[in-house]
């Protein structure tokens, strides 16, 4: 598979993955009238990493139509990436510990199961940007990020409804 093809499978996967979201949510809210925050964080990771993976190889994709350097292209889009990726990081921490206090925030298993590989990879997006300039280490972004949404897509069908 070519980089093109790579990117165009990312695009459909998070198109399915923010499409499961809404029918999530349907059920949820016929279910309970309002979204517990845990839920409704949830909801917005699953839908923010999802469209986010999506418009960043979008973004590639039209660049690279456009015929630029693809190493100028696997750099801005990384630059871009990793702006958005340490936004979702900090706020999904803000809420988690504005929702369960923050003592018990850092506590919390799942923060660290997903923010300290992340964290690995923001630190790759930094190195792509300044010297690296290759395809994989952004692609690593967009699969990481991917992840993040399947395992919030998991988390809202398992979700307990006491």
């Known amino acids: 598979m070519d980089t093109g093809d790579l990117l165009q499978l990312v695009v459909e996967a998070s198109l399915a993955l923010a499409g ?15 979204l517990a925050t845990v839920v409704r964080l949830r909801l917005v990771n699953l839908l923010s990493t999802s469209f986010a993976s999506m418009f ?3 973004g590639a994709l039209g660049m690279l139509s456009a015929g630029l350097d693809e190493s ?6 990384s630059g871009v990436g990793l ?3 340490i936004y979702f990081s900090t706020e999904s921490i803000r809420t988690v510990a504005r929702t369960v206090g923050r003592e018990q925030a850092w506590r919390n ?3 660290w199961m997903i923010n300290l590989p992340f964290a690995v990879v923001c ?7 300044i010297a690296l300039g290759a395809f994989w280490a952004f692609f690593l ?4 990020l991917f992840a ?5 897509f998991v988390s809202l069908l398992f979700a307990r409804t006491d």
Request: proline share 2%.
């Open 20 to 34: 499961f979201a809404g029918v999530v949510n349907a059920l949820a809210v016929r279910r309970e009238r309002s």
């Open 56 to 58: 960043l190889s979008l």
């Open 72 to 77: 100028l292209v696997w750099r801005v889009v």
């Open 83 to 85: 702006l958005v990726s």
């Open 109 to 111: 298993p799942t923060l």
């Open 123 to 129: 630190g790759v997006q930094v190195w792509n940007v």
């Open 141 to 144: 972004l967009v699969v990481a």
């Open 148 to 152: 993040i949404g399947c395992a919030s």
